[in-house]
């Protein structure tokens, strides 16, 4: 079975970062899609979740709500109870960030951002 998506968006607001219990950087974030076909928009909304140093990175610079951004990753359903009633959602974890647009939109990275992005352990994350 195969388990890729590539989803090119904007950030919907600026990613929310921390650490886990276990010391683990993550960032969440949502993503926007759209597009416009005659007189008919589609929206398409996304959650997305990273840990480890590619956390760190999107934190420091993919920050500024409306910046058009890549990634990569696979889907997961995330599921909890609320009220009595079991509910679940698509989020995707992500594996690999570029950036996009132009410059003036945020799309270009300084010089000083990092290349080398180390794997993180998944026995980590807290799923």
């Known amino acids: 079975m195969l388990n890729h ?3 090119q968006g904007r950030l919907v ?7 886990t219990n276990s010391g683990t ?11 416009k076909y005659k007189e008919k928009e589609t929206k398409c909304f996304l959650d997305c979740k990273a840990f480890g140093n590619l956390a760190k990175f ?7 709500k409306g910046q ?17 009633q079991k509910r679940s959602k698509i989020a995707l974890m992500v594996s690999n960030a570029h950036f996009c ?4 939109d945020g799309g270009s990275p300084s010089n000083d951002v990092p290349v080398n992005m180390t794997p993180v352990d998944t ?4 799923f």
């Open 58 to 64: 999107i934190g420091q610079y993919m920050n500024t």
């Open 5 to 7: 998506v590539s989803y």
């Open 13 to 19: 607001d600026a990613p929310s970062c921390g650490q």
């Open 123 to 126: 026995n980590e994350l807290p």
């Open 25 to 35: 950087d993550y960032a969440n974030f949502r993503l926007a899609w759209s597009e």
């Open 101 to 104: 647009g132009s410059k003036k």
């Open 68 to 84: 058009e951004i890549l990634v990569e990753g696979k889907l997961n359903t995330e599921e909890w109870e609320k009220d009595g």
